[in-house]
């Protein structure tokens, strides 16, 4: 089993920065691939960025060249730059075992707006 609790959400004005944060707890060591999704009011959940245990990373080609995501033995970032009013929405990581389990956090909210 593998916990994940997400952190570091708000509300930001346009053009700001925040860096959001998953904490993985459980069987930490079986996890391979670690993502970020979203989720916005009246829409369907999208993929943001995902980050291998190897370091690749892939990102949506709405958030490339603004976000940025990293990992650090139980901990995954979303750095979040330049934010914009369409990336309000609820962000949720999840982690992916090695044996293609996978696993959900509860989302943090993420708001921009003047």
């Known amino acids: 089993q593998v916990q994940l609790v997400e952190s570091g959400g708000g509300l930001v004005q346009p053009g700001g920065s925040l860096r959001l944060s998953c904490a993985a707890s459980?069987?930490?060591?079986?996890?391979?691939?670690l993502y970020w999704y979203r989720q916005a009011p009246g829409k369907e959940r999208e993929f943001v960025a995902t980050?291998?245990?190897?370091?690749r990373t892939n990102y949506a080609d709405s958030v490339k060249g603004r976000f940025t995501i990293s990992r650090v033995r139980n901990r995954v970032y979303l750095q979040m730059n330049s934010l914009k009013p369409e990336d309000t929405a609820v962000y949720s990581c999840?982690?992916?075992?090695?044996?293609?389990?996978?696993?959900w956090g509860q989302g943090t909210q993420v708001t921009v707006s003047s």
């Open positions: 999840r982690a992916e075992t090695y044996a293609k389990y996978e696993y």
């Open positions: 459980g069987s930490i060591s079986l996890i391979n691939t």
């Open positions: 980050i291998s245990e190897a370091g």
